[in-house]
């Protein structure tokens, strides 16, 4: 019998080189929009494991998805998670306690950031990234003459984009940011502002008209001020590689993680500028760790098997196979190379739904 061949897809975030040995490089939209491709394959998903899940739920539990390494400690995934899901620096991370918040301001919707378990997903009426929770807003927006309410879970920053550049159209319409303020990506916060405006600045005395500006609604308010102020375009990482490939402008300055400036740069002959800022979690797959989980794939089975079946942290239940490939990580930690994934039926049949508002 033959065996299904793996195809290695990885996230617009990926450091560079671990895009260069992936078949498919995708933004975090069009892995959901593109999970229907992958039934009946095997797949070695390069990203933060919230995105593998969506492959899989997406993909109505018929892909095979597997992850090159993960780190555990005390049957909790550490790595590679987003601070969103597991608790990084000073982040909030997401649980179903915030569903339950949303839900009793009664808003017109709940809706689900990108970045959450699938167990928070399903039990939203759908889910976000920037441009569709807009989109979602502004058709409620215009049903209800100018007024309604929809309450978004996730990147408070995300949220505060969406509120400023509906509110010149709809004043009254309420965008509410669950929770209020203690979620949001620690790389994008952490962008040096100050050296990226005096970058731009530079590149403008340079370039004048030549010069194209974009970032992800992530970024903190001084960044997104500056960039309405410049005319930035704002999006997710697949409008980011997009943009400026189909601009008349040579000459950009992304502010956004580093993986989509690593594309950008091999795709074509533009001229890109960033302040190389690089996702830990995202970092955290090398291509060593790409290539070792396909050998040992194409050899036999996987190492573990992940398999979400609980709706709060830890979610995963852990089963190691090889107990010889696990490695000591240190701080009580373990890493396990070439994982399988799956989700339970329920709650990936309640996130399937939810993901819908993606397609």
């Excluded at 991370?93 to 915030?98: D, P, S």
């Excluded at 989980?293 to 996987?302: D, I, K, S």
Aim: net charge negative; with cysteine.
């Amino acid at each position: 019998m033959m065996v299904e061949p793996i195809t290695v897809i990885s996230h617009n975030y990926q450091d560079g080189p671990t895009q260069e040995i992936s078949d498919f490089v995708y933004g975090t939209t069009a892995i959901v929009r593109n999970g229907h491709h992958y039934k009946g394959k095997r797949v070695l998903f390069c990203g933060v494991i919230y995105m593998a899940e969506d492959l899989y739920n997406i993909s109505e539990g018929q892909a095979e998805v597997f992850i090159p390494e993960i780190t555990v400690k005390d049957g909790v995934i550490d790595k590679p998670r987003c601070p969103m899901i597991k608790k990084q620096r000073d982040t909030e991370i997401l649980t179903l306690g915030h569903v339950e918040e949303a839900r009793n301001l009664n808003p017109d919707m709940v809706l689900a950031y990108i970045n959450t378990p699938s167990s928070i997903k399903a039990e939203c009426d759908g889910v976000y990234n920037g441009t569709v929770g807009l989109n979602v807003a502004r058709r409620i927006a215009e049903e209800k003459g100018g007024k309604g309410r929809v309450a978004f879970i996730g990147d408070v920053n995300v949220n505060n984009w969406m509120r400023d550049v509906l509110k010149p159209e709809y004043p009254d319409f309420e965008i509410i940011s669950v929770p209020a303020d203690s979620v949001f990506c620690p790389s994008h916060v952490n962008i040096p502002d100050e050296l990226f405006f005096e970058m731009y600045d530079e590149l403008e005395k340079l370039h004048g008209e030549d010069l194209g500006l974009e970032m992800h609604a992530e970024v903190e308010t001084p960044m997104r001020e500056f960039g309405f102020e410049k005319g930035a375009y704002f999006g997710g990482t697949g409008g980011l590689v997009r943009t400026p490939k189909e601009s008349d402008k040579k000459v950009w300055l992304v502010g956004t993680v580093e993986g989509v400036v690593d594309r950008l740069k091999r795709e074509t002959d533009l001229d890109v500028y960033s302040i190389n800022m690089r996702c830990p979690n995202m970092s955290y797959t090398t291509p060593q760790k790409v290539v070792r989980a396909r050998e040992m794939l194409e050899a036999g089975g996987p190492v573990a098997d992940i398999v979400y079946t609980q709706c709060h942290e830890p979610y995963y239940e852990v089963e190691i196979h090889e107990d010889g490939c696990v490695e000591d990580a240190g701080g009580g930690r373990i890493r396990i190379p070439a994982v399988r994934l799956s989700v339970s039926k329920e709650i990936s049949k309640g996130a399937r739904k939810a993901l819908r508002t993606l397609l």
